[in-house]
C-alpha cells in the first residue's frame, strides 16, 4: 500500500532532516537519532495518504507529515524522561545520555520549529488544531499518572488517555490536510472520525501487545506498560471485576519476578483476551465505515486496509 507514496516518505525524510538542522552539536545529535531512528512513519503515511485521497497539492500532504512528526517527536523525548526509559527504538533514551536539561531543551527545540512551521503555514484553522493535539497529548499523559496515583481507573479515563497519547495526533495528520486544502467540511469530519477510531484501534493494540504479545517479535520484555504504572484495556478489565491479585500486581507495578506473566495468564483465564481483540476489531471497523464519504480509488483503499491490518498486528 506504501507503493503509492514511496517518493512522496522519501521526500519526508529529506524534509524532516532539515526542519532539525542546528548548530548545536547535542540537539543535532538527538534530532539525527529521531531522525535515523524512523519507526513506523504512521503518521506522515497517513498525511501523505490523505493528500493523494483528497487529490491536492502534495506540498500539504508534506506540511502536514512534517508537523505533525515533530510535534509527536518533541513529545518522545518529555515522555522517555517521565517515564524513565532507558532506550527509544533500540537506542539509548536522549536524557541518559545527555542529562534532564539538555533532554527537555531539545524537546522544545523541536516544538519552536513546529511554531516555525504554523507561521509559514498561515492557517489560523490548522494552527488552532495543532493547538489543540499538543493540549490533548499533554492532558492525555497526565490523566494517565494521575489515574495511577489515586487508582482511579475507569474505561472513560482509559479512552480519554488512549486518546490524547495517541488518537489525536493521528487524526490531526487527516484533518489538516483537510484544513489546509480546504475541504468540505463533512470530510473533515469524516477524515479526523477515521484518524480517531483508528488512533484508539492502534493504541489497544499496542496495550495488548505489551501485555499478550511474543517477547522475539516485540524485541522488548512484555508488561512494560504495568511497571511504568500503566493501567491498559486488559488489566483494566480485571480490576472491574476486583480481582485482588490483579490489584496487587498493578500496586506494585510488577515489580516481583513474574509479576506480567501471571497478569497475562490471568486475562487470558477470564477471557479477556478475546474482549480485547474484539473491542479493536469494532474500533477498525467504525474507522472504515468513517472513510465512506470519501471518493474511492487506491488511497482510500490503502487507508481502509491500514485499519484492517490493525487486528492483525503483531508488533
Not at 509479576?259 to 479477556?272: F, K, N, Q, Y
Request: negative net charge.
Amino acid at each position: 500500500m506504501f507503493d503509492l507514496i514511496k517518493d512522496d516518505l522519501q521526500l519526508f525524510e529529506k524534509r524532516l532532516a532539515h526542519e532539525l538542522e542546528s548548530q548545536v552539536e547535542f540537539i543535532q545529535s538527538i534530532a539525527g537519532d529521531l531522525v535515523a531512528a524512523g519507526g513506523k512513519r504512521l503518521r506522515p503515511s497517513l498525511a501523505l495518504l490523505t493528500a493523494r485521497l483528497l487529490r491536492v497539492d502534495p506540498e500539504i500532504g508534506q506540511r502536514v507529515a512534517v508537523t505533525v512528526e515533530l510535534l509527536h517527536s518533541a513529545s518522545l523525548l518529555h515522555d522517555d524522561l517521565i517515564d524513565g526509559a532507558e532506550y527509544r527504538r533500540g537506542k539509548e533514551a536522549a536524557f541518559r545520555r545527555y542529562g534532564n536539561v539538555v533532554s527537555i531543551m531539545s524537546g522544545d527545540y523541536i516544538l519552536a520549529r513546529v511554531l516555525r512551521l504554523l507561521a509559514q503555514a498561515d492557517n489560523a484553522d490548522f494552527t488552532l488544531l495543532v493547538s489543540h493535539t499538543a493540549a490533548r497529548v499533554c492532558e492525555g499523559e497526565v490523566l494517565q499518572y494521575e489515574m495511577a496515583t489515586f487508582e482511579n481507573y475507569s474505561l472513560d479515563g482509559y479512552r480519554r488517555v488512549i486518546e490524547g497519547k495517541t488518537a489525536e495526533l493521528i487524526a490531526a495528520s487527516l484533518e489538516g490536510v483537510a484544513v489546509l486544502a480546504g475541504a468540505p467540511q463533512e470530510q473533515r469530519e469524516a477524515l479526523r472520525s477515521f484518524g480517531m477510531r483508528y488512533g484508539r484501534a492502534f493504541q489497544m493494540q499496542d496495550d495488548y501487545l505489551d501485555l499478550l504479545g511474543d517477547e522475539k517479535r516485540l524485541g522488548k520484555s512484555i508488561g512494560g506498560d504495568l511497571r511504568e504504572g500503566k493501567v491498559t484495556f486488559p488489566v483494566l478489565m480485571l480490576l472491574e471485576r476486583d480481582l485482588k491479585e490483579a490489584w496487587e500486581i498493578v500496586r506494585r507495578r510488577a515489580s516481583e519476578p513474574g509479576d506480567a506473566e501471571s497478569m497475562a495468564t490471568l486475562v487470558r483465564a477470564h477471557g479477556i483476551d478475546a474482549l480485547t481483540r474484539e473491542r479493536i476489531a469494532s474500533e477498525s471497523r467504525t474507522a472504515i465505515e468513517a472513510l465512506s464519504l470519501m471518493p474511492d480509488g487506491p488511497p482510500r483503499r490503502a487507508l481502509a486496509s491500514l485499519a484492517e491490518r490493525e487486528f492483525e498486528r503483531a508488533s
